[in-house]
């Protein structure tokens, strides 16, 4: 048995939910919550990312192989570079859920995406400005009904807002579909979706690369009809 750290932001219950059906049978994980006192929702996210190690901490001797943080957000303001040289410092490997996005388009050979933004409109501004950095063209972007003023709206979320945002989205110039943000619920409307296209979000790729990381696997056997997860999730 493999065990994995999720380092989740402080009100987001949905990684936990969405790593139980993700992760495989084997690949057992310990949560440590991000936390951060501002009311303010970038400076909560700058807050995660600074207090990585803190988090980490909290595991003391626990035996992690590896350990992912489950805040796209955060990765979206301070880039990958920053939170390559943050990570280097930590006990065990880190892996982002950004990070694990990028590896699965790359993976994907996905330079052009859809994407399904449940933030406020100033991080999926800094989200749009991540992705072109990477050379990731945004070819439409839709964002579920509601207000979206603070970040921890998302959890509020639930499947079929998911469902609505993806059936509103043009991808017809798209080589995939991301459904952004670690506290969107995604897994029943990937199930449930007709797109002819991939459809990934932060939750999938970040339990592939975790398990990736452990067994090496490719990202194309998490996203086809018959990827193990999806009959976790049925029930």
Known sequence: MSLAGILTPQANTTVEAEMRVLLHPGVAFATARLTCPSSDSRERLLGYFNRVHET??????????VA????TGSTYLVGLEAEA??????????????????QALEGLKARRIALLSPYPAWLTEACIAFWRSRDVEVVDVKTPAGDRSDTRRIYALG???ALDAL????????QAILISGTGMPSLGAIARSNAPLPVISSNLCLA????DFLRAERVESWIAPDAAWRARVAP
């Open 167 to 174: 059936a509103a989205i043009d991808a017809s110039r798209a």
């Open 68 to 71: 992912g943080f489950a805040c």
């Open 85 to 102: 040289r943050a990570f280097a410092q930590a006990r065990v490997p880190v892996i982002s859920a950004a990070g694990a996005v990028v």
């Open 208 to 211: 592939w690369r975790l398990c």
């Open 159 to 161: 499947t079929q807002d």
């Open 56 to 65: 980490l901490a909290q595991f003391d001797v626990a035996p992690l192989e």
